[in-house]
């Protein structure tokens, strides 16, 4: 059983950065592809990045890439979401997840366990 608890939403300007983490408990968080998803209101859950576990590959969605940067500490069991030149339109709940098998890293119905998620907001 793995549980997620974010942090570090909030309000910022456009332009701004933020990062959030995602802490989980559990002695094997090193063996888990780690997720991060968002939904704006109105709209399907999105997949935004991804860190996996075997050979440390990282994915983005086409619309993040250069801007966002997934990581992770293992030793602290957290992953991290760091968002620069944040744009109105990255706003939304962001949610963390995680998973320890499946076939696509994009898919949000592949993985197990989630976050309660959190706030970000982007001002124009």
């Known amino acids: 059983q793995v549980q997620l608890v974010e942090s570090g939403g909030g309000l910022v300007q456009a332009g701004g950065s933020l990062r959030l983490s995602c802490a989980a408990t559990g002695r094997t968080f090193s063996r888990y592809t780690m997720g991060w998803f968002r939904q704006a209101p109105g709209k399907e859950r999105e997949f935004v990045a991804a860190?996996?576990?075997?050979?440390?590959?990282?994915y983005y969605l086409d619309s993040v890439k250069g801007r966002f940067t997934i990581s992770r500490d293992n030793a602290k069991n957290t992953v991290y979401l760091q968002m620069n030149s944040l744009k109105p339109e990255d706003t939304a709940v962001y949610y963390c997840?995680?998973?320890?098998?499946?076939?696509?890293?994009?898919?949000?119905?592949?993985?197990?366990?989630w976050g309660q998620g959190i706030q970000v907001t982007v001002s124009s």
């Open positions: 997840a995680a998973r320890n098998s499946g076939v696509s890293v994009t898919t949000w119905t592949e993985y197990t366990y």
């Open positions: 860190d996996s576990w075997s050979g440390g590959n990282t």
